[in-house]
């Protein structure tokens, strides 16, 4: 057993005491400015600094078709292992980092208030918390080092007053003086993107501090800054240095201060003045996000004397607290609403203003089935699930149709909606390329603004998680069931048409697993290696002596004889091979292996995907009704056939992902089908 003494020298060895050093540094006014001068980045806008943050995490560019995708591994939150990654949503997401891009470069977008705009459930909150952690953790690495300002206490030297709003040391450079000393700390940064620009005035307590020094020292600006201390900040939500949130309250209880501060009304008493700056708390949402970023949630929500005060703060970069002038504020201004709300907005004519001052970016629903399914995945995965086991596609199927919902029907003649979603997925279907599917996307509008929610699926989920104590493993039909149910009392769905639709499409789902199913079945009962390579075998041997007009040794007889005709077409008929195609596939088959042969390689069959399915297909048909599996419905199993059921029930274990329960509940389920198909044709 590892004792205390130990557990804190492992700790003692891993700690970086140089490191707290860098982020707790404390200097004078002069040695900040050398630090300028070493790296004019520490005095970086917000927009500035959180366009490097993203940056910082590398981009992938990836070519579809004629279009360029930029994939920022920012948002795959590599820091927390994926916990908060946002999937699915490249496009929405370049939008926003070109935003903060054009921002970061003063193009105009640092005047707006970026709106980021969807239904519930889209990311929104997630995309805004990923950019408020990742900002704390680029302040903490050298790279995205920033500072703020104090002034040595005039009787205790050893007590520094920080700046309230964490500001820019160099805004204590007089006006007049700016350009000469950007142009000396921009000296030998020529070549930079990033040049030195000093803009901005002291907020009300600095300004006091400045002006109460400059008295004290006969105007001698060089002894004013000896007061200085300057400090690195980290920047915190938890202590509410640097990012802020404000999320609106009931109309009763809104009150402006919340966002640019308020009196203390007990330091009145102190300095005889509410005019006093120290005797004001800058503590307001805009006053602690100075340098960062300020999230609005539900930012439509916000009673109008919130939106002056929004307004300017977007449009001018300026806040104005109770008792004092306007003051300067350097922040990302981000919110976030949802359809119903930004509606309202735009049928308001009193809020024009606003509109003219936002960005709007719509975050939609994910519209990619594989994108859906890490989302409910990295929750529910066998690792998270504690006891249970989740049987294959139960997460694809629940994914599906959330997919479905938020699709729109094609406006393509014989293209249905679950095609669509299969082409979305990188799925090929014949007459369609990249550009066919760019213009199917461009065509629906409203495609992943409706449908239903990710948190209503999870929710589902989880409930049939509990709903079953007694069952080792949950599948698909479990949670299809609590989604169609879970549908009645939907309190954001009152259309009983659009519920009568999500039934409809639970149905579709339900089809294709069932196909999905019945493949995995038959594929486990046609996994016979040596049986698969015999049938194989015998099929090149026959389409090569018809393709060359040669004939076949009969390995029983010995005797030379034609072709195997019926041999061939039963298995091209698996794959929809006509008999009028049939010598082209035939040749199409013997110019493969000739190409391998030529290469020095060895023909396989798994290789060709098409000849692969006809064997498995085939081999199936043939084994099907010795293995018996429609006798699992009559619960009458002979001992051999019990062994051959085993035998598959192995292979859906070991190749498909399946326990023990989960496999006998799809056998009896493919068997079921297998029945109904059996008395039908009797029928």
């Not at 030195?196 to 004013?224: A, H, N, S």
């Not at 404000?246 to 203390?264: H, S, V, Y």
Request: aromatic share 8%; with cysteine.
């Amino acid at each position: 057993m590892v004792s205390g003494s130990e557990i804190v020298s492992i700790i003692s060895q891993r700690q970086d005491r140089e490191q707290f050093r860098r982020k707790n540094w404390i200097g004078t006014f002069e040695e900040y400015l050398e630090l300028v001068r070493d790296d004019p980045k520490v005095t970086r806008t917000a927009y500035q600094r959180i366009y490097d943050m993203i940056l910082s995490y590398g981009v992938e560019v990836v070519t579809k078709g004629r279009e360029k995708e930029h994939q920022y591994r920012f948002f795959d939150d590599p820091l927390n292992g994926g916990r908060d990654a946002v999937y699915g949503l490249r496009e929405p997401l370049h939008n926003l980092v070109n935003a903060l891009k054009s921002a970061a470069y003063e193009y105009g977008i640092e005047k707006r208030v970026l709106l980021l705009h969807g239904p519930v459930g889209s990311s929104k909150s997630t995309i805004v918390r990923l950019l408020k952690q990742g900002l704390q953790r680029y302040s903490e690495t050298d790279e995205g080092a920033l500072y703020t300002l104090g002034w040595v206490d005039e009787e205790d030297p050893s007590e520094v007053h920080w700046c309230p709003m964490n500001e820019e040391p160099l805004h204590l450079i007089p006006e007049r003086f700016r350009e000469d000393v950007a142009a000396s700390l921009n000296t030998g940064h020529e070549e930079d993107d990033f040049k030195v620009r000093i803009r901005g005035e002291l907020d009300p307590f600095c300004r006091f501090m400045y002006q109460q020094r400059l008295k004290k020292y006969d105007g001698d600006w060089t002894r004013v800054v000896q007061d200085v201390r300057v400090k690195r900040v980290i920047l915190s939500e938890k202590d509410r240095v640097g990012i802020g949130t404000f999320q609106p309250k009931d109309e009763k209880n809104q009150d402006a201060t919340e966002l640019t501060g308020d009196i203390n009304y007990r330091k009145i008493a102190v300095y005889g003045s509410d005019s006093d700056p120290r005797a004001f708390n800058f503590d307001g949402e805009f006053n602690v996000a100075n340098r960062g970023i300020v999230e609005f949630v539900e930012v439509l929500k916000l009673d109008v004397a919130f939106l002056y005060d929004l307004l300017g703060a977007s449009q001018e970069h300026r806040i104005k607290p109770k008792k004092f002038a306007q003051t300067d504020i350097d922040e990302v201004i981000i919110g976030h609403t949802n359809e119903p709300e930004y509606r309202r907005l735009k049928n308001n004519e009193f809020m024009e203003a606003l509109r003219d001052r936002t960005v709007k970016i719509d975050i939609p629903y994910v519209t990619t089935l594989e994108h859906e399914k890490h989302i409910y995945e990295k929750d529910y995965n066998q690792d998270t699930v504690k006891g249970k086991h989740i049987a294959p596609h139960t997460i694809e199927m629940a994914a599906m149709w959330a997919i479905l919902t938020r699709l729109e029907e094609p406006k393509h003649a014989g293209l249905s909606r679950l095609q669509k979603l299969k082409l979305y997925n990188g799925k090929s279907l014949p007459g369609f390329t990249e550009e066919n599917i760019a213009e199917l996307r461009d065509q629906a509008h409203n495609e992943g603004l409706v449908g239903i929610s990710p948190r209503y699926v999870q929710d589902k989920i989880s409930n049939a998680l509990v709903a079953h104590p007694d069952a080792r493993s949950i599948n698909p039909f479990m949670v299809l069931n609590e989604l169609e149910n879970g549908l009645k009392h939907h309190s954001l769905i009152n259309d009983e048409e659009l519920k009568q639709e999500y039934r409809d499409l639970l149905g579709v789902v339900k089809e294709e697993y069932e196909n999905i199913v019945k493949l995995e079945v038959q594929r486990a009962i046609a996994a016979d290696e040596d049986a698969l390579m015999r049938l194989c075998g015998n099929y090149i041997d026959n389409i090569k002596a018809y393709t060359q007009r040669e004939k076949v040794k009969n390995p029983f007889t010995g005797q030379y004889e034609e072709p195997d005709e019926r041999l061939m077409r039963s298995i091209e008929e698996k794959i929809d091979i006509p008999d009028s195609r049939k010598d082209d596939f035939r040749r199409e088959i013997m110019n493969y292996i000739g190409a391998l042969s030529i290469d020095g390689k060895k023909f396989d069959y798994k290789t060709n995907e098409r000849l692969n399915k006809a064997l498995e297909l085939k081999l199936f048909e043939d084994q099907k009704d010795s293995i018996k599996l429609t006798s699992l419905v009559s619960n009458v199993i002979d001992a051999d056939t019990q062994k051959k059921i085993d035998v598959v029930k192995g292979r859906l274990i070991r190749d498909y992902g399946y326990d023990d329960e989960s496999a006998t509940d799809v056998l009896n389920y493919v068997a079921s089908i297998f029945a109904r198909g059996d008395t039908k044709e009797k029928n």
